[in-house]
């Protein structure tokens, strides 16, 4: 069983910044990917940045140059440095980790955080 935890969310007004940590624990074999996204209100959920094993990233236009995703493969964690926070960046926020249990390609894995919630102030 894989765990996703995230943590990190609050409060901040608008121009200020917040960084959202997330750490997978649990049985697994390998981890190929760790994003984040997020879901506000009335709205589908949404991609924000993702990262992949081989530290390729990738962002939502709408937070590109604001948002940085970072991760540490070694510790399983992955950090989103959120700059220049704006009052559409409110939303729930969700960890996703994606990979394999053991090395069969049947143990795919795709665990989800429980979320955390951001909140920008006009």
């Known amino acids: 069983q894989v765990h996703v935890v995230e943590s990190g969310g609050g409060l901040v007004q608008a121009g200020g910044s917040l960084t959202l940590s997330c750490a997978a624990s649990?049985?697994?074999?390998?981890?190929?990917?760790m994003g984040w996204y997020r879901q506000a209100p009335g709205k589908q959920r949404e991609l924000v940045a993702i990262?992949?094993?081989?530290?390729?990233?990738n962002y939502a236009d709408s937070v590109k140059g604001r948002f940085t995703i970072s991760r540490l493969n070694a510790l399983n964690t992955v950090s989103l440095q959120m700059n220049s926070l704006q009052p559409e960046d409110t939303a729930v926020y969700y960890c996703?980790?994606?990979?394999?249990?053991?090395?069969?390609?049947?143990?795919?894995?795709?665990?989800w955080g429980q979320g955390t919630q951001v909140t920008v102030s006009s």
């Open positions: 996703n980790a994606r990979g394999y249990e053991t090395q069969l390609p049947s143990s795919a894995f795709d665990q």
């Open positions: 990262t992949t094993s081989g530290q390729s990233t």
């Open positions: 649990g049985a697994f074999f390998r981890i190929i990917a």
